[in-house]
């Protein structure tokens, strides 16, 4: 991993530091509120007859969240630039969508190189297998049978879940969700925070922007045992987004992290 000083990866890895974005915390805060509005009125007007399968509600809940989130990344600097004055970036109003989806490229480093696949494999097996266990350590004096119980989220998500359905579910969790929390929280958030600190020394500069995503990234799942290990991973993908300037690697790492958990699940369902 790169030091605070903004080091970068060996040169067969590739790219540069991540630059800082003028924008996305307060709008990433909205879209994260208003994708969990959306998600709870999905769940609460949805018809219930016979009562809601497990599979419809994991469903609704994602695809809420996910509007949230996705509207965020979509619309942050639209939204920015409307309390600015318009400049000569080629993001005005009357832009081509070609040259929209450059300005998105660019804004969060939507970037994956042949190099981010196998680098990315490595850095979800061994966050999965190794460092995250680590990270969730100074639990263990507290906390009766933790590996065990930290299983429980995962098992709560597919209960009930059986057949297609859980191989849908699987390409959601596996697929879906990685693209679209790199996109929030390390081209959206890690930026817009990189963007916050830019004034503070060189290390604190970097180091705040990934230790706070970090910790934003364990909180949001709200689950209070796996807070640590989520936390310490988030910071690893932080470190990953920050240190190349694109997202390939993280996406790549976060998939194997969380098809590394849905395989092992799949095997006692």
């Known amino acids: 991993m790169p030091s605070m000083s903004g080091q970068r990866f060996p040169s067969f890895v590739g790219g540069s530091p991540a630059p800082p974005n003028k924008f996305g915390v307060g709008v990433g805060l909205t879209g994260l509120v208003a994708g969990w509005l959306i998600a709870t009125a999905a769940i609460n007007l949805w018809p219930h007859h016979g009562g809601m399968g497990q599979f419809t509600q994991d469903l609704l809940n994602l695809g809420g969240l996910w509007i949230g989130l996705i509207g965020a990344v979509l619309f942050a600097r639209r ?8 400049s000569a970036s080629g993001t005005e109003s009357g832009d081509t969508s070609c040259a929209y989806l450059v300005q998105l490229r660019k ?12 680098l990315g494999i490595v850095v979800g097996l061994v966050s999965q297998y190794l460092l995250t266990p680590i990270f969730e350590l100074p639990l263990v004096p507290f906390v009766t049978h933790l590996y065990t119980r930290l299983n429980a989220p995962a098992d709560s998500l597919t209960k009930g879940v059986s057949g297609g359905w859980f191989a849908i579910l699987g390409i959601f969790v596996c697929l879906g969700s990685p693209l679209v929390e790199e996109l929030y929280f390390r081209g959206l958030i890690l930026r817009g ?12 500069a970097i180091a705040l922007p990934v ?11 709200f689950e209070p045992l796996e807070f640590l290990g989520l936390a310490g991973f988030g910071m690893i993908l932080a470190l990953l987004a920050y240190s190349t300037g694109r997202l390939g690697p993280g996406i790549v790492a976060h998939i194997t992290f969380n098809t590394a958990t849905f395989i092992a699940l799949s095997t006692t369902h």
């Open 107 to 118: 804004d969060y480093g939507i970037v994956i190189r042949p190099v981010d696949v196998p």
């Open 79 to 86: 939204i920015w630039q409307t309390g600015v004055s318009m």
């Open 193 to 204: 925070l990189l963007g916050k600190c830019e004034r503070l020394s060189p290390k604190a």
């Open 211 to 221: 230790i706070i995503s970090g910790l934003f990234f364990g909180l949001v799942h």
